[in-house]
């Protein structure tokens, strides 16, 4: 998938905060991550020999991410570890997220509907059997 440009509108303010974090782009594409941290049952799919789903991958799982998901880069040095600790890396984010996130709750899980082709060929079938 292409990249797509977008332009924000800030406060002069805030635009010398911005002008002060290097690689703002990829620091929004973070943030914008963390937000749309709605997880998903359905999303488990661990990795054969580790035990843990992969952490980038959208939509987040709910089992393996019960709080949601780590940046890449969190994801990244927990992939080149000699010996990957899926408890490091869930302390990781749980540490980055202490403040912003009642960590007491997990985040909303959402319902997955049926793809369209799977609800059309179920309304075929209906059809085909009425």
């Known amino acids: 998938m292409g990249r797509m440009i977008k332009t924000v509108s800030l406060p002069p303010h ?3 905060k911005a002008e002060q974090i290097k690689n703002f782009s990829g620091w929004v ?3 914008l991550e963390e937000e749309g941290s709605i997880v998903h049952t359905a999303a488990h799919r661990p990795i054969d020999g580790l035990g ?3 952490g980038v991958r959208r ?3 709910a089992l393996c991410y019960p709080h ?3 940046t890449r880069d969190e994801w ?3 992939r080149n570890e000699k010996t990957p600790s ?3 890396l869930q302390s990781t984010i749980t540490t980055r997220l202490e403040g912003f996130v009642d960590l007491s709750t997990k985040f909303h899980e959402a319902k997955v509907q049926p793809s369209f ?3 059309l060929k179920n309304a075929v079938s209906a059809f085909k059997e009425s």
């Open 86 to 88: 899926i408890e490091n």
């Open 68 to 70: 949601g998901a780590p």
């Open 59 to 61: 939509p987040t799982c």
């Open 117 to 119: 082709f799977k609800r």
């Open 14 to 16: 805030l635009h010398e």
């Open 29 to 31: 594409q973070d943030r």
């Open 76 to 78: 990244l040095a927990f």
């Open 52 to 54: 843990i789903c992969n």
